[in-house]
């Protein structure tokens, strides 16, 4: 019996020992769940973009004041330890600085990892642009597309968070493999003369896509010591398929990233150049037609004459 009282003691010794950690703990994640569910709250009703980022960051503020408020009966009475003091800092910053703490993470990580350097070509989430810029809070690119066609500039400076590379997919346009797939899709109408139409094409793309693919198959070689890349065909090519208004004829080539305006510019003059010489070559376009099987359609196609 006396075992038994000795045990009940220490057990209370021990969780009066504890009882300082445990209020600490509850506090902290009571002030922190009560800030989510406020900022979830604010987002949801505010629409300034500005007003909602001083929202937050105030809110952090008051957050670290609160928990140092609600602790300070423990402060005074004395935490002995200097760890616990440390440790009950630690977790008030941590909720005020929690987005700082991961931007900071993930520029460590982008040094570490290297999933992008100054002067690459990616896209983040829904932004795509070149690096021009790379802090330990955030890196900056120089916008393309958006409202510009065939990932061209933009001009504006877009400022994206590290903490991004955690949450967000990355693409890099210029690591490993440099270039890109390009297609240019052509539309000809049904009743000119596509095997002559696709064997143009062929010429036009191997033309000014030939001298990129051998650049292209050596990179390949040494792309793939690092990454599993590997392509059967480099070269340009054509490939045939049928739409409503016509037979689609789409040229399919290897291009710089930077330069797949200016690429598919030359092609399109080459095409139109080229077509404008075939008197059998022609453009499709929505058109509306009357078809009369029985003058036009082939023979085999045609309504049999009743007896």
Not at 221 to 239: C, G
Request: aromatic share 12%; glycine share 6%; charged share 20%.
């Amino acid at each position: 019996m006396s075992d038994y009282f000795e045990w009940i003691s220490n057990t209370v010794l021990d969780l009066t020992f504890l009882r300082p950690v445990i209020i600490v703990i509850i506090i902290v994640f009571a002030v922190w769940l009560i800030r989510r569910l406020v900022v979830r709250i604010a987002m949801e009703r505010l629409d300034d973009v500005m007003v909602r980022y001083q929202f937050q960051k105030i809110s952090g503020y008051i957050a670290v004041a609160a928990v140092f408020i609600l602790l300070s009966p423990l402060l005074v009475g004395g935490f002995q330890n200097a760890a616990t003091y440390f440790g009950l800092l630690s977790a008030g910053i941590a909720i005020a600085l929690q987005e700082l703490i991961s931007d900071f993470a993930g520029w460590v990580f982008i040094i570490w990892r290297r999933p992008f350097k100054i002067g690459d070509r990616i896209q983040v989430g829904d932004v795509a642009g070149d690096v021009v810029d790379l802090r330990i809070f955030q890196f900056s690119l120089i916008e393309i597309g958006n409202w510009v066609d065939a990932d061209q500039s933009t001009g504006r400076i877009v400022h994206v968070p590290n903490g991004h590379v955690f949450t967000q997919a990355l693409s890099n346009y210029s690591s490993g493999f440099q270039f890109i797939w390009n297609e240019i899709p052509v539309l000809i109408t049904f009743e000119s003369n596509w095997k002559k139409a696709k064997k143009i094409l062929h010429d036009i793309a191997d033309q000014h896509g030939i001298e990129l693919t051998k650049s292209a198959e050596k990179q390949i070689q040494e792309a793939s010591k690092q990454f599993l890349i590997f392509y059967s065909t480099l070269t340009p090519t054509v490939y045939t398929n049928v739409k409503d208004s016509g037979v689609l004829l789409t040229i399919r080539y290897i291009c710089e990233p930077r330069k797949r305006r200016g690429s598919a510019q030359k092609m399109w003059e080459a095409i139109l150049e080229s077509f404008s010489e075939h008197d059998d070559i022609d453009l499709a376009y929505p058109t509306i037609r009357y078809y009369n099987n029985t003058t036009e359609g082939k023979s085999g196609t045609q309504p049999q004459a009743l007896p």
